[in-house]
């Protein structure tokens, strides 16, 4: 009998394109190459045994698999197989959840375990169901079903979805057949998309991929809900949906899904929708409405009116402002009546520190708005709104410079491309002229006035007739070679604040020193280069001798975030907390804080437990398994005060692994002061 391993094993060989050697899936499990060609002789026994075609070693450990049809036929009539108690839980979760229903004896013969295990089993999901509100009843004809209100279906169902999606390729291949069976009466999931498009279009807001991806789920369980006949009944705050834009242009389209799939989506359907798409930034399985919707456009106006005032530039006649601030006010109202905090990078430490003048104006103006919901806006909500007005004053201040224009994909969210946006505006004479999210560059309306695109994402990119260029989210050395020489234009004529406080200084005596700063920084913007107050610091400024360890033995990646995070604790860094948020943070989004192969960079965020700013290096005497199943032997736990303070020390350790060899370079070293001179030499050859 094969067991869960060597399944996952001949689903990769049967299922790849390319050829996959012994190593590379050694790389994949965590194991040994012996323990893997263990498994191959294995398989290679059973196949023998129902005459079917072998796994063949050839040179370099390369893996040959024949007739792969054949052998994807074999594993879809595999009725068992060896899972352990954690896969064989999920697998019934999937099933329940998705099905609605579980006979206990027939499933125990598919898994090949006793009635008393499964039963054991389902028991311990119980608390799972319960977290939905829903209940297990049992049937005499039908096994135990699944019972709830429809909409906490669809909520557990959502999450399972959203779970199998985040699950690394080796491990989806056990649960993809339950996938493909609840999907199967889905026909063109095209139309889905087209419908999504629409509504984007016509309430002109283009939402992340994150929200992208929940709202295509969502739609997909509807369809297939209602063809089961499964309806929502009701839906709570129905007149206040009902009378928002998003409703409307919803009901507008329905006809996409309706008649593409042969439904007839009720109101309360589409309402559901909408009540989607309001919180499209950021979606939890909350209650999420906002009963005392205003008129948005009257607000809007209301705002910018007092900006201009306050500001001291009439900024109302600016269509683009208020078209922009109109769309975007809907959910962050919706989000902070609801108490969803943005999940993307946070931009106030960054705008704070860039727009103070246009930060304090923008905090002020919506004081009215919070007493009247009874809510503060969150600060990173407030920097976003800031942003549009000093995009705004830009756009009235300054004639329209004729550089190139730039396109900018970025798939981790709006902070991230605003990020970037900055750094490039630091250094290259550009025009920003659009950032959007990947799955919106095939229809992307305005691509004939694009010169380039500039991206984060490294793969799956669509093809498109413009030059396309992939940088990382903070620049490296190598993201700048590459910009140079693609002929963007570097910034000129900027100044250097502390030369330009030299020269008056010189001539002139200054009596409030702090004000006239604020005055220069906000006459000069983006031309003037702030190296006044807060000098760049390096990886050398917070990574001490004291936060190294090297030849560090622990069981698994929590013991090494363990070992990382109490280095911070105990030199005053971070409040014992801080532990448990790195350890949390790095088990929701540990595939994005791994940089390369075995090198990770654990972090979360600032509540109120970090102290100051710095850096804690781990070098592992023996590897470790990660969350997604990827190696690590490198790690570099950091702490950030403001968001911002870490950003020149991590670009620094970036470029030690990419371009010094820093993980086979170091992995060996004895001693904590071998791995500092390591550093100290190569950093000034970056």
């Excluded at 994909?409 to 550009?430: A, F, I, N, R």
């Excluded at 001798?545 to 975030?561: D, Q």
């Excluded at 592992?620 to 403001?642: G, Q």
Aim: net charge positive; glycine share 4%.
């Amino acid at each position: 009998m094969l067991t869960e391993r060597e399944v996952k094993i001949l689903s990769l060989l049967a299922n790849s394109g390319k050829s996959i050697s012994i190593k590379q899936l050694a790389n994949m499990f965590g194991l040994s190459e012996r323990s893997i060609r263990y498994d191959i002789d294995n398989i290679n026994n059973i196949l023998k045994e129902k005459k079917l075609p072998l796994i063949k070693r050839e040179s370099e450990g390369k893996l040959l698999l024949k007739e792969k049809q054949i052998i994807i036929n074999y594993l879809n009539s595999i009725d068992s197989f060896q899972y352990t108690p954690e896969i064989r839980r999920k697998l019934l979760l999937y099933e329940i959840t998705l099905s609605g229903k579980i006979n206990i004896t027939s499933i125990s013969k598919k898994l090949n375990t006793s009635r008393s295990t499964i039963k054991s089993d389902v028991d311990e999901l119980k608390n799972i169901f319960n977290n939905f509100h829903l209940n297990l009843a049992s049937n005499y004809k039908k096994g135990l079903l699944l019972v709830g209100k429809e909409e906490d279906i669809r909520k557990l169902q959502l999450k399972v979805f959203l779970d199998n999606s985040k699950m690394p390729k080796v491990d989806s291949v056990l649960f993809n057949p339950i996938i493909e069976n609840f999907l199967n009466g889905l026909s063109d999931i095209k139309m889905i998309e087209d419908f999504i498009f629409n509504i984007q279009q016509g309430i002109g807001k283009i939402i992340s991929d994150e929200a992208y991806n929940i709202l295509k789920i969502y739609i997909m369980i509807s369809v297939i809900r209602n063809k089961l006949n499964h309806t929502l009944k009701n839906i709570e705050n129905a007149s206040f949906l009902a009378s928002t834009d998003e409703y409307m242009i919803i009901k507008k389209n329905k006809e996409i899904l309706n008649k593409g799939f042969n439904i007839n989506l009720n109101k309360y359907e589409l309402l559901k929708i909408a009540d989607l798409f309001l919180g499209s930034h950021s979606y939890n399985f909350s209650q999420s409405y906002y009963e005392n919707w205003i008129e948005v456009e009257v607000l809007v106006k209301k705002l910018v009116e007092n900006f201009s005032n306050k500001y001291g530039l009439d900024l109302t006649d600016d269509k683009e402002l208020i078209k922009g601030l109109i769309n975007h006010i809907k959910p962050t109202l919706y989000r902070t009546q609801n108490n969803i905090k943005l999940q993307e990078f946070p931009l106030y430490a960054e705008v704070i520190k860039a727009y103070p003048k246009i930060y304090e104006i923008t905090s002020n103006i919506l004081k009215d708005l919070e007493n009247f919901i009874g809510k503060k806006f969150d600060n990173d909500e407030i920097a976003i709104i800031a942003i549009y007005f000093k995009v705004s004053i830009d756009r009235n201040k300054y004639k329209l410079k004729t550089n190139k224009n730039v396109l900018l994909v970025c798939g981790l969210g709006y902070g991230t491309s605003k990020l970037l946006e900055q750094q490039l505006k630091q250094q290259y004479e550009l025009n920003v002229i659009d950032s959007i999210p990947l799955h919106y560059v095939k229809k992307y309306k305005k691509m004939n006035e694009v010169d380039v695109i500039i991206t984060t994402i490294r793969d799956k990119f669509p093809e498109v007739n413009k030059p396309v260029l992939v940088v990382s989210p903070i620049l490296t050395h190598e993201d700048i070679i590459k910009l140079d020489n693609n002929n963007l234009q570097r910034l000129k004529h900027k100044t250097r604040l502390s030369e330009l406080l030299n020269i008056i200084k010189s001539d002139s005596k200054i009596e409030d020193y702090n004000n006239l700063i604020k005055k220069i920084k906000n006459h000069m913007g983006d031309s003037l280069i702030d190296d006044l107050v807060h000098p760049d610091r390096g990886i050398l400024d917070l990574l001490p001798l004291e936060n190294i360890r090297v030849n560090v033995a622990v069981l698994n990646w929590e013991n090494a975030l363990i070992e990382a995070g109490m280095l911070l604790t105990h030199n005053g860094y971070v409040k014992e907390s801080y532990v448990q948020s790195l350890i949390k943070s790095f088990k929701n989004f540990g595939s994005y804080m791994i940089i390369a192969q075995g090198v990770a960079i654990p972090h979360a965020k600032n509540e109120n437990n970090v102290l100051k700013t710095g850096m804690s290096l781990l070098i592992l005497k023996n590897e470790v398994e990660a969350p997604d199943k990827r190696t690590l032997k490198i790690i570099l736990a950091f702490a950030s005060l403001d968001n911002t303070e870490h950003l020149e020390a991590l670009t620094q350790f970036y470029n030690l692994v990419t371009n010094c060899n820093f993980k086979d370079k170091v992995s060996n070293m004895k001693h904590e002061e071998d791995i500092l001179h390591f550093i100290c030499n190569h950093i000034d050859t970056q």
